[in-house]
């Protein structure tokens, strides 16, 4: 079975329709900002596993060594992660401000109350 030897990009399909769902079929907003997170984990998790090389070491000078992994994509995707924390907090925040606002998370009823104005 050759197909569970790339069992990583199974696993990003997988994370990648969960999060989906979750966007999707979730009408709270805190839930929905989670399946964000999750859909944004197994993208970081495609771009590790693109820039893993077969027989790759780590780009450090080693006698005897030629093949190196490309850093430049774990570099990115350390950067994308310390976004996708910043844009988790401000949309909490937002939440926030919204349950201020309305006295509800979920989407239903702000849309109700959003109507009666």
């Known amino acids: 079975m050759e197909w ?5 990009y199974w696993v990003v399909v997988v994370l990648m329709m969960v999060g989906f769902y979750i966007v999707i079929a979730q009408g709270n907003l805190v839930k929905k900002i989670v399946g964000l ?3 944004q984990t197994s993208v970081f998790i495609f771009f590790i596993s693109l820039a893993k ?6 780009p450090v000078y080693i006698e005897g ?3 190196y992994s490309n850093p430049l994509p774990h570099v990115l995707i350390l950067t994308a992660i310390v976004v996708g924390v910043a844009l988790t907090a401000m949309g909490l925040a937002l ?3 919204v349950h201020e606002l309305y006295g509800s998370i979920e989407e239903d009823e702000i849309h109700e109350q959003d109507g009666k104005h």
Not at 4 to 8: A, S, W
Not at 53 to 58: K, M, S, W, Y
């Open 65 to 67: 060594v030629t093949e």
């Open 95 to 97: 939440v926030v401000r």
């Open 4 to 8: 569970l030897g790339h069992y990583n």
């Open 53 to 58: 090389l077969d027989g790759g070491t780590a």
């Open 37 to 39: 997170n999750i859909f």
